[in-house]
């Protein structure tokens, strides 16, 4: 059994990572951290864990978490960066879910996150976990920093598209929509219920923390500068990330939609979680609600030369704590798909 | 593996039982039928089985059926009745999740659903299947009749009441609410998105077909007639049920609340899928959403003469598909809760 | 035009107040008041007021509240009791949104709102706010303790019950539940949007801040004690309140459900804002959506011995600042319905 | 009072018409008819009019509409374009809210709508109903074809950077999401509560019956042939449109964001029903729910060469009933406003 540790565990991705881990035959996870609710039951604060877990919030305290096989972290950023040395150093495998290594450059993260970065001699060893491209690397990782919700769902619909040199990697737009878990369990006016329900809005237009993140992955896999024009709307919905990026093609009239079909079924074949469905259907986010799935489909619509590509994965499973089992089970030698094998909550 | 076949798959019973049996390790699903999707993948209808099934509608078949281990009916009332008396000549075991067997007076039945009952023969032998207090018989049966989704809701909330002969059975009173996914996948004006959302309302007021089934089974188990008040609304979400019981302390000030509590506790001690809610908090929906468990808590406010409890299931699992699998594995003889360890999903 | 002043505006009952007084020919804001946000403008906060009010909120100032003619506090409780005897002393009539003058018993108050009250010596004197019972004190009074939203729609419900001595004023059930607007426009986790969406709970069973309110009130007109089981309960949707009461018949099979209609029709002939429906139709909330409209239908299910009452209205007008403007026009001799004729904003 | 007469008034831009008609000071609804519905009261289908209107549905009679000042089609597409020729003749004033006289073209009209126009002799002289550029033409108008409700936001939002030529027409791009009302008060499936509640998904993208009336009309203010891709989504909410719209600069760099701010400011100073938010700020739908506003803002994220404008509408009003209601005013020679002072229901 792999002894897992999480640290931050009251929030949405920690409640998540609780609820996946559940159903990981080949799992335990024996400390999970909180400052403010040290001493309290899991169950306490997640009545759907009640009969899962007996196990209560504890300190944090590096010692236990240095001798677990593997932890997460599901914290705000500024957190990780400070504690992963240790654990690395004790050999420790750490799969982030927060930002503090996405960003491969410390003066960008620092540009964007307002602080200078804590470990940044560790941000080249750090992979970044999208099994989809680094699959390899994060089976040799001992840090893994698993990408942003939009990220995920942007870089898996654009990939094949870059990758193939397809499109125009300088005018690129991802208009994008997340359901409400997106913001996190803080306690905020913008994000009550009594604001948000009934209601749709843009916001962070002048500028996402998720963008540079996006550029990088991408502008690595194009071999050339990728240039984002990046959306993040929120929806009145609680999980669901919906990205619907448009593309110039480079030379439309020459690829079909059947051809860029063919392209994306070809390079996702031996992904278990990316689904590209049939030509001439859309993926909505229930499809996926719970599921580590990326439902995706295309279109080139009037035949223009303009290519829609269209999105879907549940933002808390695929685009945190789902992707993060994944990981761990790449890291540790799994089967891929351990404790991942939720159907979709539909309807 | 036991072959599982489905009647009537294109509602939300039976995209639910197919969700919860993808994961059940002893079972196969060979045929699903439905007369409007003969033809059609499984998955072009309901996307979260991607990958999950590679099977189609096919229309009705009796052989077919009559090979199964066991078929679910997934149908509206008034399939099942005609279909069943053939399956069980073939030794089938039949698990019906519509209201065909629920109620044992055929008379009774028919003034209820407008129509003489098809095959009254069946009544007597048919096992009411709530398994927490039919077990024994569940086990033995060959037809099981799940009970409604209002119906499980508000009788695991009452059964410890009546059965101890605590509260007067002559003054019960039900307020109950549903999400939306109670009243099927029809097309239908009232439960457009644009009717029911940001909206809540009582109906069924005068007589709701739940009705009869409730008072039958609690008058067994009171030992007198019990006289339900049942008022159930419609709420602005997709899943869960809500039930809020209200009864008359029949020695008021005799019990308190720990007593009760304690009642609670050891009634359902042993029970699998229902989870008495320490004293004090409040059971959420939520908490059970995907989930086969019903969740409870109890409390008499002001110290009076009225106990409350609150009684809460995912009306598409513990109230529908998940009851009818936990049905399935008590009747094989396979564990209980097979293909049933889903964590609520919350948020 | 009368001149009004408006404390504590950064509240949903606050904007709610300045959206009806937009359209409300004979009166003018001319104060709002927050400390927290005193300089910003109104449709700075709030962008529906836009092209409708050329005001910033100001530091409250008792000089000029005391200017105006009327004053509404749209405070939580435990504000309006400090300032109201100075602005009385003053002259001016205020409105009071808040629970400080609701309860008549100081020594009551203090128990359910843990602190001592400040101006008991006005509780005698403050008129509670419900035209339907006490239209003429209103005309007259300076001081008006506007209903809670649940005590306006629950009193409503039963007040022809009760005053006509039909029902057992000992055991009545009030199961009512509240959009998520009725928590207020403040930072809780509770009331996150992933906390409320899609999910339904009870809260408050062991005593709401409502029920003493609710039994003085009904014990008023009953002529006798009143004792209430309320539960309310939150549903994941902004407005509208629903209640579902319960009262047992006195004389069961004496009245029929035509003449309770018929008592229901008559009681509220006159009045403008209470809507009986036709028999055999159940409110929603959607149709008083904005509204100050209470529309309310009752049944007596099976024939039996209970009532059921169903009452629905707009927590944030008729349930409370639609209220407190119609107590502005009776008091200051205006038409009642000045400002308030707004159609329920359905679908 | 302008007597005015309404067909079809059982969907959504009906019931919207007489929410709004009745508080209109200077115009009397005389006539409604429904095949379906004629003989039944307004109110007993829509309980929000309760109180405003004594009136029924009637069977369509064509005299009686002659005889109104004003008709309004509130229908699907294909029923005016039979009806209005009569209509005219008698000369009634006749406003449209389908999409019969949106098209100029009668051979484009049928590619997209499957069927040969009826009355394409009409087209030349039917005036889009788009005040904001139209104005002059409506108030001479006898026949004003009102814009589709994406049509209103998009183009709102686009206008004045095409009519300066700062961005280039032959690559815009809108990506838009409706409320579930836009679909109709239809019974489908696909528009169930269960369907779409909680869940998000893009649709009609291979081409959209909006997109022709879209290009048609940026063209001609253009002066140049405008191509847009255009991707609607559908949201888990009633009411309200928000276009995400994306166009390229064609100087990039030599306009600033405040250059463009002022240029949408000057271009709608004088508007009554569009409002451009301070740079900075995003539109939210709840502020103009209920309310006939456009409200939209703009940005130039990373200071790039894409330039992204947010418009918000509410769909049913200044997508529909409220602008159509706009354009009787300007006809008829009424205040602009008249009828429409609603503030948006916020929260």
Redesign the interface.
């Known amino acids: 059994m792999v002894k897992v540790g999480i640290v931050g565990g009251t929030g949405?991705t920690g409640?998540e990572l609780l609820?996946l881990l559940?159903?990981h035959e080949d799992s335990e996870v024996v400390a999970i951290t909180s400052r403010a609710e040290a001493g309290r039951r899991l169950d306490e604060l997640?009545?759907?864990?009640?009969?899962?877990y007996d196990l209560a919030f504890s300190e944090p305290d590096v010692d236990l978490l240095a001798s677990c096989d593997v932890v997460f972290f599901a914290t705000p950023h500024n957190v990780a960066m400070h504690l992963v040395p240790e654990l690395l150093a004790a050999g420790t495998r750490v799969i982030d879910l927060s930002a503090d290594y996405r960003i491969r450059d410390a003066e960008l993260w620092s540009q964007w996150y307002g602080e200078p970065h804590a470990s940044p001699e560790l941000l080249a060893d750090a992979v970044y976990g999208l099994p989809e491209i680094n699959r390899e690397q994060i089976a040799k990782a001992q840090l893994v920093a698993c990408p942003g919700c939009y990220p995920t769902a942007i870089e898996l619909g654009l990939i094949p598209l870059l990758e193939s040199g397809l499109v125009e990697p300088s005018?690129i737009?991802a208009?994008a929509?997340s359901?409400?878990?997106g913001?996190g369990?803080?306690?905020?006016?913008d994000?009550?219920?009594?604001?948000?329900?009934?209601?749709?809005?843009?916001?962070g237009?002048?500028?996402h923390r998720h963008?540079p993140e996006i550029e990088q992955c991408l502008s690595l896999l194009s071999g050339s500068d990728v240039?984002l024009?990046?959306?993040p709307?929120l929806?009145?919905?609680?999980?669901?990330i919906?990205a619907?990026l448009?593309a110039?093609l480079n030379k439309p009239g020459e690829q079909s939609i059947e051809d860029l079909q063919r392209l994306f079924e070809n390079r996702y074949r031996d992904e278990p979680f990316v689904?590209v469905?049939p030509n001439?259907?859309?993926?909505?986010?229930?499809?996926?609600?719970?599921?580590n799935?990326c439902?995706l489909s295309l279109?080139i619509?009037?035949q223009?030369d303009?290519v829609?590509v269209?999105s879907?994965i549940d933002n808390?499973v695929k685009g945190a704590s789902g992707q993060a089992v994944q990981n761990m089970n790449i890291m540790l030698g799994l089967p891929e798909d351990r404790g991942l094998?939720q159907?979709?909550?539909?309807?």
């Not at 001439?280 to 599921?291: E, I, S």
């Open positions: 949405y409640v609820r559940a159903q997640f009545p759907n864990l009640r009969g899962y005018n737009i208009s929509a359901g409400t878990s913001a369990r803080q306690a905020k006016i994000n009550l219920a009594s604001e948000v329900s009934g209601s749709f809005k843009a916001y237009v002048g500028g963008l240039s024009t990046f959306v709307h929806l009145p919905m609680v999980r669901g919906h619907t448009f110039r689904d469905l001439g259907t859309f993926p909505q986010t229930r499809a996926v609600k719970g599921a799935h439902q279109m619509p009037q223009r303009t829609v269209m879907t808390l094998r159907v979709g909550l539909l309807p």
